[in-house]
């Protein structure tokens, strides 16, 4: 079946560091893939997309590239800030629906 | 505003008495679906309908149930609720069609089940 597995945090950071979140997926065929962030006491909101290999979602920021030779989908962020304290999920939409199928989240903390 | 509400936000209840969580979407999308969130677990898909009076299972969807009589709403029905079911339940919706497959969230319910 299809599933998700990102990095376990948490993820503490200093304000201006480099962030990387690992995320590798196995599904059939050519998945959607997605970084949801939530952000305390909030919904999900999707931070960032990529619907096929080699492209590459981007937002506020934040980067991941769909590498089907890897079946990986890694969040990466060249300076994080204090507002960016959030968990963040890599998640993956098969090509036959619309379950999306969700890692177990990364907390991510960055500090002044 | 393009949004999903869900009501209430937050809720304390007993076993065993009947509850209702609503869900609503004011986009006309109509892929709509449940999902409950544990710690160490992720988020989990309960329920899910393709559009009105279209619904199917996700992977955890023993004790609950819905509906769909009408494309906004996804109501979640806990009819003899457990102290297991105790968690923080949201609402997505999706349009069909679009070949993006991005879901739009609501801002969560907090269960909690004595």
């Known amino acids: 079946g299809n599933s998700v597995t990102q990095m376990e945090g948490p993820v503490t950071l200093s304000e201006e560091a480099f962030l990387t979140i690992n995320c590798t997926y196995t599904?059939?065929?050519?998945?959607?893939l997605f970084w949801y962030v939530q952000y305390p006491g909030e919904g999900l909101q999707l931070l960032l997309k990529a619907t096929k290999a080699d492209d590459k979602g981007s937002n506020k920021g934040f980067e991941a590239t769909y590498r089907k030779e890897t079946t990986s989908f890694h969040l990466e962020k060249g300076s994080v800030q204090v507002s960016d304290s959030a968990v963040y999920f890599c998640?993956?939409?098969?090509?036959?629906?619309?379950?999306?199928?969700f890692g177990k989240g990364t907390s991510l903390l960055v500090t002044p | 505003e393009a949004q999903v509400t869900q009501n209430p936000r937050y809720l304390i209840t007993v076993t065993g008495k009947k509850l209702t969580v609503t869900c609503s979407q004011n986009?006309?999308?109509?892929?709509m679906s449940w999902y409950r969130q544990d710690p160490g677990l992720g988020l989990r898909q309960i329920y899910y309908s393709m559009n009105v009076e279209v619904t199917d299972k996700g992977d955890v969807p023993e004790g609950y149930k819905v509906s769909r009589k009408e494309k906004r709403n996804f109501p979640l029905i806990l009819e003899s609720p457990s102290p297991n079911q105790t968690s923080l339940y949201f609402c997505?919706?999706?349009?069909?069609?679009?070949?993006?497959?991005?879901?739009?969230f609501g801002p969560g319910t907090r269960l909690t089940v004595t």
């Open positions: 998640a993956l939409s098969p090509i036959s629906g619309y379950a999306l199928n």
């Open positions: 997505a919706s999706s349009p069909l069609g679009t070949g993006s497959y991005e879901q739009y």
């Open positions: 599904a059939t065929g050519y998945p959607s």
């Open positions: 986009m006309n999308h109509e892929y």
